[in-house]
């Protein structure tokens, strides 16, 4: 799909709405085959692929259950960038055709107009056959969908909304270390922030196991590394932090008994509980998670393995605020940097929504 | 069904076998409308409702995957019944129509030489509608059940088989402990043992909302009992640690995930789990229980829960050997008896398959 303005290869998927299910005797393949156009200083590039940055003429339409979508939130939170790019809130759940906006008044995105995301992608692609994800950027005088490509979505927010980032943002994508920020990123991808997914949605006992191995594996060996250095690369928060930190702020609410990723809790394992305590307790970070949401929208649109529909009432939430004592290991979580503000008061978890 | 001999009515379920199942917008409610002659010295009763206690007459049939059938394993173990009682096992799967004893060789139970443990309910009750459930307790010489009330089953073992326990049996029912005794199993068999069941198979968010609540409100007044006291009752092993243990042992493996009992886990219950571990590691508790067939048989049964059925390689079970330090209680878990001797070779856990 990385024509603009063409139809996309109709091929591969069925059209339906699903951040994944479960296919029998398979196990699960991401669609990774998202609307990659760009967003870039000056814009241009060949055959008019990438679009200008410009403050006020995006919508960066997430939805807080998501892991995806939460790299973005919490991303422009930590560069400062919600002055440039408004923020478009899904509802946790959904049917089979598309993340909606319910929480907004009558049901409707306030700046685009729409009560479903997938208008947005209609309106880029008619016919749009793929998946109607989050996190995804509309351009808004034409209410058409730009990219929901999520991997490139924040670096380019590092690298390419510099203009508006907020005095004292951190450098998230540092130069010198993108080489092994990309490395660690790619393992994470593949065996933790999607490998969760493998666990959850194989269609085979071996699909699963497999998953499950790698997934702990990798789990381990992360553990082993952050048991020496306060994060992943260098001595201060980057990309590689974010995105390791939506799987494990998730991993106990969700993963561990929905998608049966069970060897141990995170709280089980010391050096990623007190990792995950310390990020969740940088702002920035926890701030923008919303468990509530988050267990709606497992639980609640995966039918296929929950049934019933039911939404635990666990796990006990109140750790997450405990002393972690991370700072022992030196680093300094912005570098030259500052925290950021606390949350626009139109975008805070509600009250009891977090921990 | 208080009747022997007659057939019992056939109002209340369908027939079908199910430990459990959800129906959707109701609570879980158990039927506990069993066959419930008993067993007892002597025999006799009005309306030949008691059989004799005779060694080699009777076959206790279990599954070691069932909380309900462990408790009778355990009983029997720790009361040395094994000579005067044998015991056959069925496999950890069943379809909708009956246990089956797979396991053994020809899928036949080497002495009733019957494939389904329902045609020893069809024996005793030409066509029997209920749940044909473990653990039952099957009269050899005419093939019939002759009860599946789990209840009674165990408290005669102690009080009726009494010519036949081992030197050194406990007494897990002593008489001036009874009525405490019997009040603490009530209550934690209506908010424990199967108030997970009542979680898991709730057809609706406030069935479950409940039953969690009870469960865990329970879970912790036990845990404050715990804290102070060796065992439930008296400072002996009794019937009521059998009863309690058989549920926590399968807490994690099975009911934290799959039946959404996810408050906690039961070794973030400190004082619970190390009572625990301390029956496991007591001779007759531990040695009878098989995590494999355990999950294998709530993950592959209940596919109203889990339609995938696959079975998670969770939790890490290395910590059922851990020291519990509950001698510092004081206490004696045999009183002035003795532990059992190790299991019989036939009846032994596979290797691999416990902890």
């Known amino acids: 799909m990385r024509t603009a303005a063409t139809s996309p290869d109709p091929g591969s998927t069925d059209g339906e709405l699903a951040d994944g299910q479960v296919t029998t005797g398979q196990e699960f393949v991401r669609d990774t085959d998202y609307i990659d156009n760009r967003i870039t200083r000056g814009g241009g590039g060949p055959a008019g692929e990438t679009f200008p940055v410009e403050a006020g003429r995006y919508r960066l339409i997430v939805a807080r259950a998501c892991p995806w979508a939460n790299?973005?939130?919490?991303?422009r939170r930590l560069l400062g960038l919600e002055g440039a790019l408004s923020m478009g809130l899904c509802g946790p759940t959904h049917d089979s055709d598309s993340w909606t906006f319910d929480l907004d008044p009558g049901g409707v995105d306030p700046v685009l107009k729409i009560p479903r995301l997938k208008?947005?992608?209609?309106?880029?692609?008619?016919?749009?056959?793929?998946?109607?994800?989050?996190p995804a950027i509309v351009d808004i005088p034409t209410g058409?969908?730009?990219?929901?490509?999520?991997?490139?979505?924040t670096l380019d927010f590092s690298t390419e909304w510099i203009d508006f980032h907020r005095d004292g943002a951190p450098d998230l994508y540092p130069g010198h270390l993108r080489a092994e920020i990309d490395e660690i990123n790619d393992v994470i991808f593949t065996d933790v922030n999607n490998g969760v997914y493998r666990c959850g949605f194989a269609g085979d006992q071996k699909s699963y196991d497999d998953a499950f191995d790698r997934l702990f594996t990798r789990l381990d060996a992360l553990s082993d590394r952050l048991g020496r250095q306060r994060y992943l690369v260098g001595d201060t928060i980057t990309e590689a932090d974010v995105r390791l930190f939506t799987t494990l702020v998730r991993f106990d609410a969700v993963y561990h008994g929905h998608f049966k990723c069970n060897r141990s809790t995170l709280t089980d394992m010391p050096v990623l509980w007190a990792y995950a305590r310390d990020l969740f307790q940088t702002p920035g970070f926890g701030d923008t998670v919303d468990f509530t949401q988050i267990k709606q929208h497992y639980y609640i649109v995966h039918r296929d393995i929950n049934p019933s529909r039911?939404?635990?009432?666990?796990?006990?939430?109140?750790?997450?605020?405990?002393?972690?004592?991370?700072e022992q290991l030196g680093g300094r979580p912005f570098g030259e940097g500052t925290p950021p503000a606390p949350p626009l008061d139109t975008e805070r978890v509600p009250a009891g929504q977090g921990a």
Chains 1, 2 share one sequence.
């Not at 209609?122 to 989050?134: A, C, E, K, S």
């Not at 006990?316 to 002393?323: E, H, K, Q, T, V």
């Open 144 to 153: 058409a969908v730009i990219t929901n490509d999520f991997g490139p979505m």
């Open 71 to 75: 790299r973005a939130i919490i991303v």
């Open 310 to 326: 039911i939404v635990p009432r666990g796990p006990d939430l109140s750790g997450w605020r405990i002393a972690h004592h991370r």
């Open 119 to 134: 208008d947005a992608y209609l309106t880029r692609y008619r016919g749009y056959p793929r998946g109607i994800t989050v």
